[in-house]
């Protein structure tokens, strides 16, 4: 593991204007979603959660500087095909089996963009697996509505939601979008607690000092005893996103490499 001291983040030259999340999000389900089809950049077995089928979407709301998609999450009009519900959900299936999976995720960017085309992969993918909804919660925080659908797949999903950062100045250094952006992922998680929807938050901590950390374990408490423990998430170094930190000075407490990702995180 590789520490780095020095302040967070400080000085950071990240030439973004500030990002409206939900604007994104607009903008870019125009890009990525048509007539009830969503772009898709890959299909394929992952090792992570002890094995999942997973199906890589394309189009993000946030931009965060340690995202090992980036290439993926800046190019949405160029990158990817479109693919139906069906195509999907096949698609997903047929990875499950083959490599005797039980558990079944869209991954990649961000899947509630397009929400029409997830309810409709949702029932085709059935109740023999488990659903893994890895969301940044934006949607789900500005949408009440949308946890009451996915109330209806409750038996057979997970939703975990993945926080960027453990306040909001973090969030909005580590994405480049509005501060108010960390609130709406913290609502993501009581609105599907109170839809008896199971989640669970999960927190990039990289960048955070140990009292932020701290001060985050105490937030999530008051929503939720158990979320106290959320899951810890810490920097992948992928070469590219190596780089890119190192290209923009942004400094980090913790980090992996892609070969010693902690079994715990993986
Ligand atoms: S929310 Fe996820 S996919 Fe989107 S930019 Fe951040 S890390 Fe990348």
């Known amino acids: 593991m590789e520490t780095t001291p020095g302040s967070l983040l400080s000085g950071v030259l990240y030439n973004l204007s500030m990002i409206d999340p939900l604007e994104l999000a607009r903008a870019t389900e125009a890009l990525v979603c048509r007539d009830g089809l969503r772009k898709y950049y890959r299909f394929r077995p992952s090792r992570f959660y002890g094995g999942i089928s997973t199906a890589d979407c394309v189009g993000c709301c946030l931009r965060c500087v340690f995202c090992w998609a980036w290439n993926v999450v800046v190019r949405p009009a160029q990158v990817g095909q479109f693919y139906s519900p069906q195509e999907v959900a096949e698609r997903l299936l047929k990875i ?52 009451e659908d996915l109330a209806r797949f409750k038996e057979n999903l997970y939703v975990r939601v993945s926080l960027k950062g453990t306040c909001e100045e973090e969030f909005s250094r580590l ?92």
Not at 111 to 135: D, N
Not at 203 to 216: D, G
């Open 175 to 266: 994405t480049g979008a509005k501060p108010e952006g960390f609130s709406l992922q913290l609502k993501a998680l009581e609105n599907l607690l109170r839809r008896g929807v199971r989640a669970f938050p999960a927190s990039m901590v990289s960048f955070s000092p140990r009292e932020n950390i701290q001060a985050l374990a105490e937030r999530l408490r008051t929503i939720h005893p158990a979320f106290e423990e959320f899951e810890v998430e810490e920097l992948i170094l992928y070469p590219h996103v190596e780089e890119r930190l190192k290209k923009l000075g942004i400094c980090y407490y913790t980090a992996h490499k892609p070969e010693g990702i902690p079994p715990e995180q993986v």
């Open 96 to 147: 499950a089996r083959k490599k005797r999976f039980g558990q079944l995720r869209i991954s990649g960017n961000e899947p509630t963009i397009g929400w029409a085309h997830l309810m409709e992969v949702l029932p085709l993918v059935g109740k023999g697996h488990l659903f893994v909804l890895e969301t940044n919660g934006i949607l789900l925080g500005a949408n009440p509505e949308y946890a």
